[in-house]
Every structure is written in C-alpha cells, then in structure tokens.
C-alpha cells in the first residue's frame, strides 16, 4: 500500500518538484526534517486533503499519519537525488513544467472570480426571459386512441357512435386478459390513418394542446386519466374516441431564483471562453508565428497501435500525450475555452443535463 500511495503522489507532483529546490520554508510547525527537505505540518495536512474523503478517513491516528509522512519524505528524498542528478534539465521534465505553467497560466487569468457577481442580474434575467422553454414546461400526456372520423351532424355520426359503443364494450373485456388490447381494437376499428399505423398513439401533449385539437372537454377528460388507464366515448365536433394514456411527462417549473447561479455560470464559462480565444489571438500575433510547411509535412509520423479508450484521429489529452489539448486550447481543455470553478452544489449550466 505505502509503495502504491507513493507512486500516487510520485505522478502527480514530480514534475514541480523535479524543477525547484526541495528545501522550503512555510510557516506552521515542522513535522519532518533532514539535510534540505522540510515537511510543515501546513503542508502534510495540505497533501492529506488532496486526497479523497474515504482516504482521509484511514489517516486519523498518530501511526497512520507517519505511514502517509513516510510516502511524503519518500517522494523528497527522490525529488532531491533527482536535483543531484540534474534531472530538472531533462527535456521531458522541461516539457512537462511546461504543460503545469500553461495550466495554472489558465486557472489564474481565466477560472478566478464569483460568477454571481460577475454577471448582472438584468444580463440573467433576460436570458432566463428568453429561455423560458428551458425552465417551464406543462404536465404532458401520452395518449393512444381509436377514431372514428364523424363530423357533427353528419349521416356518419349515428353509426360511428354505435360501432364506437360496440369497441368500447370488446375493449373493457379484452383489456382484463390482454395488454394488447387496445392496440387490436385500433387496428379494428380505427379510421385515422396516420395513428392507427402507430397503434393509436397520439404522442405527448399539454392539456392546451388536446384543447386546441380537439376540444376542451375532451382534453380535460383526457388529463383526468391515470397511466394504464382508458376513457369512455369521448364526442368532438369532428368525431368520435376512445383514449388510453400510455404515460405522462410532469410539468417542470423552475423559477428564475432557483436557476439563476446555474445561468451565471453559464454565462461565466461563455465570457471566459470568449476572453480566453481574444487573449490567445493576440500572443499568436504577437509572437509572429511562421509555419515551414515543406518542413512540417517531410516529418515522418509512425502509426502505433491505438491507445484504450482512444478514437481515432483524437490527439491525448493527459500528460502521456501531446501537450494534452485540441489545437488552440490549453491542456486539460479539449474543445472548449478554461472551464472556471463549477456551479455551487454541482450545479450545470441549461440544457447540460438538468431535468426535462
């Protein structure tokens, strides 16, 4: 275990300490010592917290926290043979400091701030105003029915009602027995065209929907039903029906307080991108980049097996790769500008996976 926790913290802080002095001042007690190492007590507890919760929790005695201490002044004692050896003049230890400045190059101009106060509430509120789609939606019902297309008043309607009592009185038997049913009666007796090749179904509709289609008492009656369950005869101006809901969406109905952090957040993470792309633009144009293209396309590139969970033409995105980022954006931010700190309470920004 302590020769794994050590490879742990070997891999996710070699690169810095390979590059710098392993002898460092801070202030707070010392824990450990030695010829040019120091270990604070500040720092111990700061290495600790970088570790999960559950981890933690097996470091609360005086034995389990040498145990970690000892990974600790393990990782120093190499950092410094490493200095001995003059590794921090290594091209991959070089290339690797570089990938960390361009991170925490990033975090420090582009993930800093509240994005609550960042973002006036007027700029979300309008936002929230104009995608009223994304917070507000009514109860929805799924319905499937039988139709028989026989206008008010026409020759038609007498005899459609009666094949209609007929369907509806074969249906309640059947149902009992058959979760087919209903579907058999459509094909039976149905004369819409369009619903009965999907076995009747209507697809989801608002109660104002059905109004509008049909008639307000139908929609009403129709909303009164429960999944599973089918209507008596229902009578429009333009036919006769029998309904079953076949399920439901609920209404959705955030308010503009309950998602106004998240549209901040949002609205933080466009504005940085687009700050981000601004500022990348002008230190290309500044540093004056040239491209030898006959240069560029005479380097052989050997094709190697590709990597788990790679896709095709996908360059790395670790450490492992190259420098960890689609062309233009820095590593750790494939396709998209620096993402700032996320929403409280693991908020998301609309439309990225809250309910529907």
């Not at 010592?33 to 720092?43: C, L, N, R, Y």
């Not at 104009?130 to 206008?151: E, F, G, I, S």
């Not at 209404?251 to 940085?272: C, S």
Request: charge should be neutral; include cysteine.
């Amino acid at each position: 275990m302590r020769r794994s926790l050590a490879l742990g913290l070997t891999g996710a802080l070699v690169a810095l300490a390979a590059c710098q002095p392993t002898s460092k001042k801070s202030d707070g007690p010392v824990v450990a010592k030695g010829q040019g190492i120091e270990v604070t007590a500040q720092e111990f507890k700061a290495r600790l917290d970088e570790q999960s919760p559950f981890i933690r929790s097996r470091y609360q005695s005086l034995e389990r926290k040498k145990e970690f201490l000892d990974n600790l002044i393990r990782f120093e004692v190499l950092a410094r043979e490493a200095e001995k050896q003059g590794l921090q003049n290594d091209p991959d230890v070089q290339n690797t400091m570089k990938k960390i400045m361009v991170q925490k190059l990033v975090q420090k101009n582009f993930t800093d701030g509240d994005a609550a106060k960042q973002i006036p509430e007027p700029e979300l509120q309008a936002y929230y105003d104009a995608h009223k789609a994304d917070y507000y939606r009514p109860r929805k019902l799924r319905l499937a029915a039988v139709v028989w297309n026989a206008p008010e008043g026409s020759p038609e309607r007498t005899k459609d009602l009666a094949a209609a009592k007929k369907a509806l009185a074969k249906l309640k038997v059947e149902e009992k027995k058959n979760a087919l049913a209903f579907s058999q009666v459509v094909n039976e007796y149905s004369e819409d065209v369009a619903s009965k090749s999907a076995s009747g179904d209507l697809n989801f509709k608002s109660q104002e929907e059905l109004s509008q289609a049909y008639s307000k008492p139908f929609a009403e009656a129709a909303f009164a039903l429960k999944p599973g369950e089918t209507s008596g005869l229902l009578e429009t101006a333009q036919g006769v029906y029998i309904v079953k809901a076949t399920g439901e969406q609920q209404e959705l109905n955030r308010t503009f307080e309950q998602v106004k952090n998240q549209i901040a957040n949002k609205l933080f993470r466009e504005k940085k991108t687009k700050e981000f792309d601004e500022w990348l633009k002008k230190l290309r144009e500044d540093a004056k980049i040239t491209v030898d293209d006959k240069a560029l396309e005479a380097v052989e590139v050997q094709a190697g097996p590709q990597p788990a969970g790679g896709m095709p033409g996908m360059p790395g995105h670790g450490m492992g790769g190259e420098p960890g980022a689609m062309p233009g954006r820095p590593m750790g931010t494939p396709n998209a500008a620096p993402g700032p700190a996320p929403a409280p309470g693991g908020a998301h920004g609309p439309g990225d996976g809250h309910d529907h």
